[in-house]
Nanobody, 124 residues
Framework: QVQLVESGGGLVQPGGSLRLSCAAS????????MGWFRQFPGKEREFVAA????????AYGDFVKGRFTISRDYIKNTLYLQMSSLKPEDTAEYYC?????????????????WGQGTQVTVSS
């Protein structure tokens, strides 16, 4: 059973940085893509970024504009989202997700597994 556990959320000031982590377990993820989504209250989940676990390749949501970087650590089996130049409008619940095969889909319905989410609040 795939398990995804996010951590690293919290309160940060505008312009600040935060790194989210997602510990993945239960499978060998070589044929998977891993992604980050975010959700605002009362809204659908929004695509943030995705990465192929093996072989590289990344994709980002249009709003990212170079502010966020997705990466993974094979040894620790952990997915990361490094966020910088954070804005109040980045305040949301952030979710880690996994899908197979490893197509970098921006659609939440294409992902098979989800973490429980971690809250990011950008405020002064």
């Amino acid at each position: 059973q795939v398990q995804l556990v996010e951590s690293g959320g919290g309160l940060v000031q505008p312009g600040g940085s935060l790194r989210l982590s997602c510990a993945a377990s239960g499978r060998t993820f070589s044929s998977y893509a891993m992604g980050w989504f975010r959700q605002f209250p009362g809204k659908e989940r929004e695509f943030v970024a995705a990465i192929r676990w093996s072989g590289g390749g990344t994709a980002y949501g249009d709003f990212v504009k170079g502010r966020f970087t997705i990466s993974r650590d094979y040894i620790k089996n952990t997915l990361y989202l490094q966020m910088s130049s954070l804005k109040p409008e980045d305040t949301a619940e952030y979710y880690c997700a996994a899908r197979t095969p490893s197509y970098l889909s921006p659609l939440s319905e294409d992902y098979n597994y989800w973490g429980q989410g971690t809250q990011v609040t950008v405020s002064s």
